[in-house]
């Protein structure tokens, strides 16, 4: 295990708009294969020199992503998750696509004792970290409780019941899902050695092909496009949760937009960032997450785990 303060990648919320960075370019060694989606740059790595087999599987890495981002976007009136947050009480039947991830969303709010919580979403409408400081009264943040809390809604899988006004997010679980699922597809066509990249959050398919590790730049986070350091990773998955480029700053005081929903209201004192490493992405995202929820208690939580981080106070 190894811990440390490197600075981690850059991270970029479920979903707004990023300047497209699209086509197949080499990098070094690798075929690199660029796109955006998700609001964020998109890119497959493919540690191969066939240009044809790499555009193959740069378009079934995209057309996944696409495909979860038209599912799961809250900014798209017809994807399954609008369709769940329009339904003003009413018992709505899942697929089993959508039931398996409010399965782990659920396992997430019961492991993190409510600190993860996808009903949290909707706290976006009265925290806006837009460079200003419009922080929300206290008033205005007790009108917002009765919306939060996943303990208020009615799954029964595949049926789930959400109290009218209420909403759900899938930020911190939607675009780490698609990096698994966007890996899995490309491993089920070829064994070329990839790494899957949707904004800062990877997962890699093994080793290159000379048994070496990937060797992923680290983004600073006071210093944007200027790398900080290097991880290498042979297995698994990276992601990163950070507040350095989003919050909002009032009378000398720093809010985080890490928001708890246990209390609607700004985490205390979390680290600028964190990175974990982990098997899946959706798994490093959910525990990447967690640790910022637990604010200035996050290095102690991530020790406590026995969890491979990096952190930056």
Request: with cysteine; charged share 25%; glycine share 10%.
């Amino acid at each position: 295990m190894w811990w440390g303060t490197a600075l981690p990648s850059t991270r970029s919320d479920l979903w707004g708009e990023v300047e497209p960075l699209s086509g197949l370019r080499r990098i070094g060694e690798d075929l690199v294969y660029g796109f955006a989606a998700m609001g964020s740059p998109c890119e497959l790595r493919i540690d191969s020199v066939d240009e044809e087999l790499a555009l193959g599987l740069g378009q079934v890495a995209e057309d996944e992503a696409r495909r979860i981002e038209a599912k799961f976007s809250r900014y798209r009136p017809d994807s399954a998750l609008s369709r769940i947050n329009a339904s003003e009480g009413e018992a709505i039947w899942l697929d089993e696509e959508t039931a398996g991830l409010i399965d782990y969303a659920a396992q997430c709010f019961e492991l993190s004792n409510g600190l993860f919580d996808i009903t949290s979403g909707i706290l976006r409408r009265i925290w806006r970290f837009d460079g200003s400081d419009r922080v929300p009264t206290p008033e205005v943040i007790r009108t917002f409780k009765p919306l939060v809390g996943w303990d208020k809604v009615t799954w029964r899988r595949p049926t789930l019941t959400l109290p009218p006004g209420m909403e759900l997010d899938l930020g911190g679980l939607g675009k780490e899902y698609a990096v698994d699922c966007a890996l899995l597809k490309v491993m089920a066509i070829d064994d070329a050695p990839v790494l899957v990249n949707f904004g800062g959050d990877l997962r890699v398919s093994g080793a290159r092909r000379d048994g070496s590790r990937w060797r992923v730049a680290i983004d600073s986070v006071f210093a944007p496009g200027t790398p900080d350091g290097m991880i290498e990773i042979a297995s698994g998955a990276l992601t990163t949760s950070g507040d350095a480029r989003r919050f909002l700053q009032k009378e000398g005081i720093r809010y985080s937009h890490i928001l708890d929903p246990r209390t609607c209201a700004a985490v205390v004192d979390p680290p600028h960032a964190v990175t974990v490493a982990a098997a899946t992405c959706i798994e490093a995202g959910f525990l990447s997450t967690l640790a910022m929820l637990h604010g200035r208690e996050a290095e102690q939580f991530l020790r406590q785990e026995g969890l491979v981080a990096w952190w930056v106070r």
